[in-house]
């Protein structure tokens, strides 16, 4: 069975940094590229960044260019995301995803104020 957790958001002023972690199990992780996701209040989900399976490929939304680093540790199923210089329009429930089985995680919450 094929599942994603996410863990390390939270509420954090503007300019501070998270981590997000994304732990995946049921599936080879070192065979399947993924993704972050984020949908904020009254938005649609957008996606933030992605990494192939070898971490050869990564890709940004453009307002996260700079502030931003998606990794993974194949050996731990791991994906993570760097947040740096957070700003309160990062503010949204960030989603892990596998397109190769088109599942999700269930969320975690950054919420980026002073």
């Known amino acids: 069975q094929v599942q994603l957790v996410e863990s390390g958001g939270g509420l954090v002023q503007p300019g501070g940094s998270l981590r997000l972690s994304c732990v995946a199990s049921g599936f080879t992780f070192s065979l399947s590229a993924m993704s972050w996701y984020r949908q904020a209040p009254g938005k649609e989900r957008e996606l933030v960044a992605s990494i192939g399976s070898t971490g050869g490929y990564i890709n940004y939304l453009d307002s996260v260019k700079g502030r931003f680093t998606i990794s993974r540790d194949n050996a731990k199923n791991t994906v993570y995301l760097q947040m740096n210089s957070l700003k309160p329009e990062d503010t949204a429930i960030y989603y892990c995803?596998?397109?190769?089985?088109?599942?999700w995680g269930p969320g975690t919450q950054v919420t980026v104020s002073s």
């Open positions: 995803h596998v397109s190769r089985y088109g599942r």
